[in-house]
């Protein structure tokens, strides 16, 4: 089909990347930030290509390949459709929000589809230093979910286990709110005692108490413009959450020692690991509280439900924990992770690969290094069974392996030292010398 020069130029005018589809998927257009973001430099290049093969390199469209298809859905509902996707390009994976909005002709029918993608940077597919990474389908589930709430003002409530990083979140939806340039406060509440939560929340004038010696900013002030984060809000006594439905309500505080009221301005974001809906229930929190905080509730998945991210995860706390250090896993390693079931999510994660950096002395993590908690018995008996290898599976300097190799066999080998020597064919002496050097 023939497009006019008119659907071009009005195409040209997007800063996004979009293209014009026809009802069966065919790319009848693009416009240069598609080309250049896809490298296709010339449009003709384009010419009956179709859009899951340029961005997922399917052979079939995205419902076909176990994906929501934005498209099918508007051609069935008539309605634009938001969906969030990985794409690839020529940089690698990338988290885009895809965009549909029919077009119609004057007897009502949809002609074209007008697909526009914008690339979130809410978190990367891609090992990175800091924020989120993943690209599994419940990660992309609620990365979704993340970036539709976060140009809002709605206040989220992010639910989940204890370790799936749900700072780690609120940080990203602040990041990408219109509240970015305010800062981001957590507040830990389940250190908010009765006595100190209006001199932490609301601040306190000098002289308001003994030992007021100077006026004291409060947590909701220092929020003023931005976002706060009340992390484990669950843990907030029943008498103190009247206090913070009061706050969210009217948005009016008073400084302790103070009648002059203040007007708070920022965005709430809570995070609990309770079930707040059962506590509802049996009376430990109040309803009307509930209701304030939970208009958008996002469930964060359990580490365990997200194992095809594991490897990423992996590299990514690794560059954060020794940022000077390549450190890289042993596939056996590895194999041992993703049969854990890591109960403390991302953060037990992190715990085990800190302490696995300590022990390596190279850049290679072994499975020996890991924790045995890490090992079931399959695992602990490979370990155990597993023949000593002088050459490991990277290059090295020899002086390097041998202290890795004799690393290994003083921690496995079950026999005396004399034994011991013998089988490396050197004296005890010399094997003395050589551990004494290794321990040095």
């Not at 007021?212 to 947590?219: P, S, V, Y």
């Amino acid at each position: 089909m023939k497009i006019s020069n008119e659907v071009k130029t009005l195409l040209e005018c997007l800063s996004e990347p979009a293209i014009l589809l026809s009802q069966n998927y065919q790319i009848f257009a693009a416009n240069a930030a598609y080309r250049h973001h896809y490298h296709y430099g010339k449009e003709d290049l384009l010419e009956h290509h179709y859009c899951y093969e340029v961005s997922h390199h399917y052979k079939v469209p995205c419902d076909q390949a176990g994906e929501s298809c934005p498209l099918k859905a508007t051609l069935e509902t008539k309605q634009p459709q938001h969906v969030l996707h990985l794409h690839h390009t020529p940089h690698g994976e990338s988290h885009v929000n895809i965009q549909i909005l029919p077009i119609y002709n004057d007897k009502d029918e949809i002609i074209y589809l007008l697909e526009i993608m914008r690339c979130t940077k809410i978190a990367s597919t891609q090992a990175q230093r800091q924020g989120l990474v993943g690209r599994s389908q419940v990660f992309n589930r609620m990365l979704a979910l993340v970036s539709r709430v976060a140009p809002a003002e709605t206040s989220v409530l992010l639910l989940g286990e204890s370790g799936t990083g749900k700072e780690l979140v609120a940080q990203a939806i602040h990041a990408a709110s219109n509240r970015a340039q305010g800062h981001f406060i957590p507040v830990d509440c389940s250190g908010l005692s009765e006595s100190l939560f209006e001199s932490e929340m609301f601040g306190h004038e000098k002289g308001a108490f003994t030992g007021a010696h100077t006026r004291k900013q409060g947590l909701v002030e220092a929020a003023q413009g931005g976002t706060l984060f009340l992390d484990e809000v669950g843990d907030i006594p029943l008498s103190l959450q009247v206090k913070l439905l009061r706050l969210l309500e009217t948005g009016i505080y008073r400084r302790v020692g103070s009648v002059e009221p203040q007007q708070a301005d920022f965005r709430v974001i809570c995070a609990t690991h309770r079930h707040l809906k059962k506590m509802v229930s049996i009376g430990e929190f109040r309803q009307d509280l509930y209701y304030r905080i939970s208009t958008f509730p996002i469930l964060l998945p359990a580490l365990r439900e997200r194992r095809d991210d594991l490897p990423l995860l992996i590299e990514s706390q690794l560059q954060r924990i020794s940022p000077k250090r390549h450190l890289s896993m042993h596939p056996q390693a590895l194999k041992m992770l993703q049969r854990f079931e890591f109960n403390g999510n991302v953060r037990e994660l992190r715990n085990i690969l800190e302490r696995a950096s300590l022990l390596a002395d190279g850049n290679l993590i072994l499975p020996e290094h890991l924790h045995e908690e890490c090992m079931d018995k399959e695992c602990i008996d490979l370990v155990e069974k597993t023949e000593p290898k002088p050459v490991l599976p990277v290059v090295m300097p020899l002086r390097e392996v041998e202290r890795q190799y004799l690393q290994w066999v003083v921690q496995y080998f079950k026999g005396d030292n004399k034994t011991l020597a013998k089988k490396l064919g050197v004296s005890e002496r010399t094997l003395y010398r050589k551990w004494r050097t290794l321990k040095g």
